[in-house]
């Protein structure tokens, strides 16, 4: 299978719907690749190659359309817990046996991926570089001389060198996007919550968050809409609704830097490329707004000047005094000075980052999103080791304050440049305003037309977006107003449109309520808990829309549904409290076939 196979994760799940090309033998593919690749350094622990095509032989006797995964190989960074494997960090003696997957991953799982290992990091992902491990030091995908990029260099490597089409990083101050422009990929960095931490071995705790690396946007935003959503076991998990990918807004405003305020330490072709983003933005429609970046520079200087490096050392804190020597010696540096910060310390800087949080409120008043370099230049790996925590601290420069500032943000190659090196830029906005950059970034990364990662594969044409006609709304119906039932007449009476007939993610019940007309009730349930429920999407205005929401009894609600192929509409659920007298109708897999089977029974 070469490069004319499907790589993405849109092609390789299309492909085995439709049998093209098996679960089974794509993770084939996958480990004859990582043979081929022949790097010890970027998996610190790989499964068996015959117990994940067992695993992939099992999920034929499952509803592929209920899987928006189905069969997809993915890598997992070493500091997230996954069944079956230690969890390091990077740090054999810290090594640990897990009892169950992260929430990340449970619900990766439950979509249809399969899990085939744990891949190499900067130790307790304390780094931007990626050659800070005892395992070594994984090659870049693009050019062998560059740093992987860190601190999720194995994730990143992977999914550039074509072994997976989908990886795990974490983000804290930049992982999940210096990585992602340093192999030529996509790295979608969620708001603060958006995704569980549960089952992450902590960086900083109240700034950890669990990142996405693919070859195109709409791949990472389907599996940030897979392990999207609250999670009662992360204290630190938000209620934060994913909106669905829209077309390329008409009045989009970009921020960008004040002349003479951009920082490429001499780059000059870097400086070049970005000069080259800009325009394309431009000729996209957007329209570019300068806004005064030096508030967050001085709020990333607060990452490791300030009193997070505490919470590093609290991680390791008892490794240190025990066994100082298992530590490798950068991250021992940077991490031993959280013992000398007091708690007047703290204070002083949270009480000086709340003023600049006042401050980049105020910028995004009046701007969509911002758009920087994701880092000012690249270093070869003998750069890095000459100089290690500079020229990571360098690396660091557009990256560091996002996550004290609340926002989101999505790294997209933007160019390959004459000397090889791969440029790429940052979309970052406010926390929950992840769709929409997507739904620019998608546009942008298609527009440069570049090869995706480093296997010179051509970006296929982006996507239709469906159910988002302007000033239509869709809405996911699963009982009495599906098309031929009972109340179906209300949408034709508001001149809805019936725009598809497709089925929720697995994770939701259906129960039949005591209702005149009867009526089901769907609820959403723990990933792996519940059935992919067949359902119908309708379109209405939004003055109708309003109506018909306005006209809804108790005890129906309207929320978030997920659908299978990762978009989430609002639909119809029902309210929890009224169940008890409800009949669990699950296993008919939706309304329709319930009532078939009730009216000959």
């Known amino acids: ?34 043979r081929d690749h022949n790097d010890p350094a970027l998996f610190i622990s790989l499964r068996d190659e015959k117990d994940a095509i067992a695993e992939a032989e ?30 390091t960090a990077a740090c054999p003696a810290f090594s640990y046996t897990p009892t169950h997957d992260s929430t990340a991953v449970e619900r990766l799982r439950a979509a249809g991926a399969i899990v085939i290992g744990k891949t190499n990091l900067d130790q307790f992902a304390t780094g931007l570089v990626g050659v800070r491990s005892p395992y070594g030091i994984p090659r870049n995908s693009i050019r062998e001389n560059l740093i992987p990029g860190g601190s999720s260099s ?73 392990m999207a959503g609250p999670d009662q076991a992360d204290p630190f998990s938000r209620d934060r609704p994913l909106g669905a990918l829209t077309p390329f807004p008409s009045n989009m ?48 200087r607060l990452l490791y000047e300030g009193p997070w490096v505490a919470e590093r050392y609290l991680v390791i804190k008892n490794l240190l005094a025990s066994a100082p020597d298992a530590i490798h010696p950068v991250t021992r540096e940077i991490t031993a000075a959280g013992a000398r910060l007091t708690a007047a310390d703290t204070f002083s800087a949270l009480y000086r980052l709340q003023g600049l949080r006042k401050i980049a409120e105020r910028t995004f008043a009046n701007i969509d999103a911002l758009v920087l370099p994701t880092a000012p230049t690249a270093y070869t790996t003998a750069q890095v080791l000459a100089n290690p925590i500079e020229l990571n601290s360098r690396l660091g420069t557009y990256t560091n304050f996002v996550n004290l500032l609340d926002l989101c943000g999505l790294a997209v190659p933007a160019a390959m440049r004459a ?11 406010p926390a929950g305003r992840d769709a929409l950059l997507a739904s620019i970034g998608r546009v942008f990364h298609a527009d440069t037309k570049l090869t995706l990662g480093a296997k010179g594969v051509p970006q296929a044409p982006l996507a239709p977006l469906r159910a988002d006609g302007g000033d239509e709304i869709p809405i996911a119906v699963v009982g009495a107003h599906l098309s031929g039932m009972a109340l179906n007449g209300e949408l034709k009476a508001l001149n809805g449109k019936l725009i598809e ?67 989430c509409v609002k639909g119809f659920l029902v309210e929890p409290e009224v169940l008890g007298e409800a009949r669990d109708i699950t296993s008919y897999g939706g309304w329709r076939k319930f009532v078939a089977e009730s009216a000959t029974g």
């Not at 899987?67 to 969890?87: E, H, M, Q, R, S």
Request: charged share 15%; hydrophobic share 45%; with cysteine.
């Open 419 to 429: 000397d090889g090196i791969p440029f790429g830029i940052t979309l970052l906005a």
């Open 1 to 34: 299978m070469g490069a004319e196979q499907p790589e993405t994760i849109a092609a390789i799940v299309a492909a085995h719907r439709a049998g093209t090309v098996t679960p089974a033998q794509t993770i084939a593919r996958t480990y004859q690749r990582i």
């Open 58 to 87: 099992k999920l034929a006797a499952k509803d592929a359309a209920g899987l928006p995964l189905y069969g997809i190989p993915v890598a997992v960074k070493d500091n997230i817990d996954a069944l079956g494997f230690p969890t």
């Open 501 to 567: 007939a497709t089925r929720t993610t697995p994770d939701y019940k259906l129960y039949a309520l005591q209702t005149t007309p009867p009526k089901p009730g769907m609820l959403r349930v723990e990933a792996g808990k519940g059935a992919s429920i067949e359902l119908e999407i309708w379109s209405l205005s939004s003055s109708a829309f309003g109506k018909f929401v306005n006209a809804i009894p108790a005890p129906m609600a309207i929320g978030t549904v997920r659908l299978a192929d990762g978009r």
């Open 154 to 226: 194995g994730s990143s490597t992977a999914v550039g060198a074509g072994l997976v089409p989908l990886s795990l990083g974490t983000d804290t101050a930049g992982s999940g996007r210096v990585p992602a422009m340093l192999n030529n990929i996509v790295g979608l960095k969620p708001s603060l919550g958006m995704i569980s931490t549960a089952g992450l071995v902590p960086a900083c705790r109240t700034l950890d968050c669990i990142s996405v690396f693919a070859l195109t946007v709409d791949d990472a935003a389907l599996a940030l809409s897979v």
């Open 253 to 300: 405003r970009l921020g960008v830097p004040r002349s003479g305020q951009l920082i490429f330490f001499g780059d000059k072709k870097a400086e070049a490329a970005y000069a080259d983003a800009l325009k394309r933005w431009t000729s996209l429609g957007a329209t570019l707004v300068e806004f005064d970046l030096e508030p967050f520079y001085e709020t990333a």
